[in-house]
């Protein structure tokens, strides 16, 4: 079987020494880096109409530096000046430390899981019962949010994002030999743009348990995933076209 042209539905590395690359020098394929949602911030205007007020709080949640970035960008539109005493609960030491790119890290009281698993974080959490939580977040169905909730604690949803199709133009070729997921969202959008989709020869990849679960479910073929021999989806690949490339 010969591969020529491989989709990987993420944003294009930010590094030039990603194992992707290397793979296109070693098999000789051309991957096109390209999505199949992406993120958008609710506007100050939408975000007031859920009655979400960021100043009743005292502490934030965050489980993702998407929220992050949309936090503050909030918060500066509308006009709230985050004070020096607000607290912030991360669900792991990358998130904590990405609050250095909106304030001064030392300064501020910070928490975070050790383990980047939102149940290490509950005890911090519920250690400090008399503060105002709130948790920013996207549309989309958050298990985490199910841990606070199971933990009792007392925290406000404030959706600040949302995630949307990020939908292929009526010229856009769709060529691909090779099609690789990364989130269930990524496989309802595709099938979303290409309500007629056929998979025939096309290999499919996936990485997650919810979304092999979405590409089984929605009557494709897994022809390739991650394993403890191949823990990235970038060896699962090259794996793949080792043993199948003509």
């Not at 609960?89 to 250095?100: G, I």
């Not at 949302?162 to 856009?172: G, H, I, L, M, W």
Request: contains cysteine; proline residues 6%.
């Amino acid at each position: 079987m010969q591969i020529k042209k491989i989709l990987v539905s993420q944003p294009k590395p930010s590094s030039e020494k990603s194992p992707y690359y290397d793979i296109e020098k070693k098999y000789g394929v051309t991957i096109v880096f390209r999505p199949f949602f992406k993120v958008e911030g609710l506007s100050s205007k939408e975000f007031r109409q859920n009655k979400v007020s960021i100043s009743d709080h005292t502490s934030v949640i965050f489980t993702a530096r998407t929220a992050i970035d949309h936090y503050f960008r909030l918060c500066k539109e509308l006009r709230f000046e985050v004070p020096d005493t607000m607290k912030y609960f991360c669900v792991s030491e990358t998130v904590a430390h990405y609050l250095q790119k909106y304030i001064v890290y030392r300064k501020r009281k910070i928490f975070f899981s050790e383990t980047g698993k939102i149940e290490d974080l509950i005890p911090a959490i519920v250690k400090h019962n008399k503060e105002k939580y709130l948790y920013p977040m996207s549309n989309v169905h958050d298990s985490k949010a199910s841990k606070l909730d199971e933990n009792h604690i007392n925290y406000t949803k404030a959706i600040m994002y949302r995630t949307v199709s990020n939908d292929f133009a009526p010229d856009e070729p769709f060529d691909y030999d090779m099609l690789i997921f990364f989130t269930p969202t990524g496989v309802k959008s595709m099938l979303k743009n290409f309500p007629k989709f056929k998979q025939g020869d096309i290999v499919i990849g996936g990485m997650g348990p919810k979304t092999l679960d979405e590409i089984k479910n929605s009557g494709l073929r897994l022809d390739l995933t991650t394993s403890p021999a191949v823990p990235s989806m970038a060896a699962a690949i090259d794996q793949w076209l080792k043993e199948h490339q003509e």
